[in-house]
């Protein structure tokens, strides 16, 4: 049985005395499901699971119902640990917060050992509803998109399947049979997330639109595209502060999102053209007609999906932490990825072999910003391989 890296951690918090309640929250399919019956298993305590997913007739009274369920089985525990009590995709109830603040303040002035685990698909949506009531009550564990490291050692996978199959844990059994691979990212992840993630959960006023902002994420992904440019390619596109809000709901799904240029300058950040980032490569490569063996022949498309799985790599390792990844662009000169974290700045350069406009805004934005440390991925430099397998702390 594969447990990811975080299972120990969850568990020691969960083993310590009840304080917080633990959110797990992240993109779909990702295996925070699997890890919450892992711990259930391994704890060996009282527990009680319910999920609120593929039922639209849920609400606040069924949390209290679930609610009441574990608190018997805590009253009734022997032990000190008490009683675990796990709701899955809570965030699809409306006003959930208010009625888990309630619950969870009724336990604590009772002494009630009841600990708690959410999950949730969509850590924006889950982390408003944190945000407004909950403050103080719970720990957040962001539970990103799989690294190579534990692709590698959950399926023996290298590098190159790696970065063309993008790592999504059911789908890698599916991987010898491409085209039910794709349909399958296609049809129970992309699809899934945007109808049922995001589209029921927040009011999208041009459905098309924001799907259309999602299938541009994938094409032009690691390229900076303006806001005025998708305008002008998108029927019935609103302004810019549309399409900026729904690159925002999309990233919170774990789908694509839009780094910002880097400037000491948060309002310029803010006002930047996005440069795409698909957080898992899959889901751009399960939407091109291109197989896996034509991808890796073609030296174009594979230097493209390679950068692109190194910024899916910054942005995943990152998730959740005090690192910031940006892109910066100035006239024709630009650098692939730029990391942030205090005072530090690092910038990541991909297939530097390449010269010209990559070398040139290396030099520039090194004379003007002149970052802690430049690592080189490629040719002259760390490999690939290496680099994704590396914490991202050691870069920093």
């Given at each position: 049985m594969y447990t990811r890296p975080l299972y120990q951690t969850i568990l020691e918090r969960l083993a310590a005395p009840r304080v917080f309640m633990q959110v797990l929250a992240g993109p779909r399919q990702v295996g925070k499901t699997t890890l919450a019956h892992q711990i259930r298993k391994i704890l060996t305590v009282p527990s009680h699971y319910a999920s609120s997913d593929g039922f639209s007739l849920r609400n606040e009274a069924w949390i209290e119902e679930q609610w009441e369920l574990g608190r018997r089985l805590a009253k009734e525990s022997t032990d000190g640990f008490g009683a675990l009590l796990v709701l899955d995709e809570i965030q699809k109830i409306p006003l959930w917060s208010d009625v888990v603040k309630k619950l969870w303040d009724q336990d604590s002035a009772d002494c009630l050992n009841l600990k708690v685990m959410i999950l949730g698909s969509s850590s924006l949506l889950i982390q408003t509803g944190l945000g407004e009531s909950l403050a103080g009550r719970f720990e957040l564990i962001p539970i990103s998109h799989w690294s190579f490291q534990e692709c590698r050692d959950a399926f023996d996978w290298d590098l190159d399947k790696y970065i063309y199959f993008g790592g999504y844990p059911a789908a890698a059994m599916l991987i010898k049979d491409e085209e039910r691979w794709s349909r399958y990212i296609i049809d129970a992840l992309i699809e899934t997330s945007i109808s049922r993630d995001i589209m029921l959960m927040t009011r999208i006023h041009k459905p098309a639109l924001l799907r259309r902002v999602f299938e541009l994420g994938c094409i032009f992904t690691g390229e900076v595209v303006s806001y005025q440019k998708m305008l002008g390619q998108l029927q019935d596109a609103g302004n810019a502060a549309t399409l900026a809000h729904y690159l925002e709901l999309l990233s919170g799904?774990?789908?694509?999102?839009?780094?910002?240029?880097?400037?000491?300058?948060?309002?310029?950040?803010?006002?930047?053209?996005?440069?795409?980032?698909?957080?898992?490569?899959?889901?751009?490569?399960?939407?091109?007609?291109?197989?896996?063996?034509?991808?890796?022949?073609?030296?174009?498309?594979?230097?493209?999906?390679?950068?692109?799985?190194?910024?899916?790599?910054?942005?995943?390792?990152?998730?959740?932490?005090?690192?910031?990844?940006?892109?910066?662009?100035?006239?024709?000169?630009?650098?692939?990825?730029?990391?942030?974290?205090?005072?530090?700045?690092?910038?990541?350069?991909?297939?530097?072999?390449?010269?010209?406009?990559?070398?040139?805004?290396l030099e520039v934005f090194t004379q003007k910003f002149q970052p802690t440390k430049t690592v080189f991925i490629g040719e002259g430099g760390i490999s690939v391989e290496e680099f994704l397998l590396t914490p991202l702390e050691a870069c920093i």
């Amino acid at each position: 049985m594969y447990t990811r890296p975080l299972y120990q951690t969850i568990l020691e918090r969960l083993a310590a005395p009840r304080v917080f309640m633990q959110v797990l929250a992240g993109p779909r399919q990702v295996g925070k499901t699997t890890l919450a019956h892992q711990i259930r298993k391994i704890l060996t305590v009282p527990s009680h699971y319910a999920s609120s997913d593929g039922f639209s007739l849920r609400n606040e009274a069924w949390i209290e119902e679930q609610w009441e369920l574990g608190r018997r089985l805590a009253k009734e525990s022997t032990d000190g640990f008490g009683a675990l009590l796990v709701l899955d995709e809570i965030q699809k109830i409306p006003l959930w917060s208010d009625v888990v603040k309630k619950l969870w303040d009724q336990d604590s002035a009772d002494c009630l050992n009841l600990k708690v685990m959410i999950l949730g698909s969509s850590s924006l949506l889950i982390q408003t509803g944190l945000g407004e009531s909950l403050a103080g009550r719970f720990e957040l564990i962001p539970i990103s998109h799989w690294s190579f490291q534990e692709c590698r050692d959950a399926f023996d996978w290298d590098l190159d399947k790696y970065i063309y199959f993008g790592g999504y844990p059911a789908a890698a059994m599916l991987i010898k049979d491409e085209e039910r691979w794709s349909r399958y990212i296609i049809d129970a992840l992309i699809e899934t997330s945007i109808s049922r993630d995001i589209m029921l959960m927040t009011r999208i006023h041009k459905p098309a639109l924001l799907r259309r902002v999602f299938e541009l994420g994938c094409i032009f992904t690691g390229e900076v595209v303006s806001y005025q440019k998708m305008l002008g390619q998108l029927q019935d596109a609103g302004n810019a502060a549309t399409l900026a809000h729904y690159l925002e709901l999309l990233s919170g799904a774990g789908l694509v999102s839009g780094l910002q240029k880097f400037s000491l300058n948060r309002l310029q950040q803010k006002a930047s053209s996005p440069k795409f980032q698909v957080l898992n490569t899959a889901l751009t490569t399960a939407q091109n007609r291109l197989s896996f063996e034509t991808t890796k022949q073609n030296r174009v498309e594979w230097h493209k999906l390679t950068e692109c799985a190194v910024g899916a790599h910054l942005l995943n390792a990152s998730f959740g932490s005090k690192t910031e990844t940006f892109y910066w662009k100035e006239n024709n000169k630009y650098v692939d990825f730029i990391l942030k974290k205090n005072e530090n700045l690092v910038v990541i350069e991909v297939n530097n072999q390449q010269k010209g406009k990559k070398s040139r805004g290396l030099e520039v934005f090194t004379q003007k910003f002149q970052p802690t440390k430049t690592v080189f991925i490629g040719e002259g430099g760390i490999s690939v391989e290496e680099f994704l397998l590396t914490p991202l702390e050691a870069c920093i």
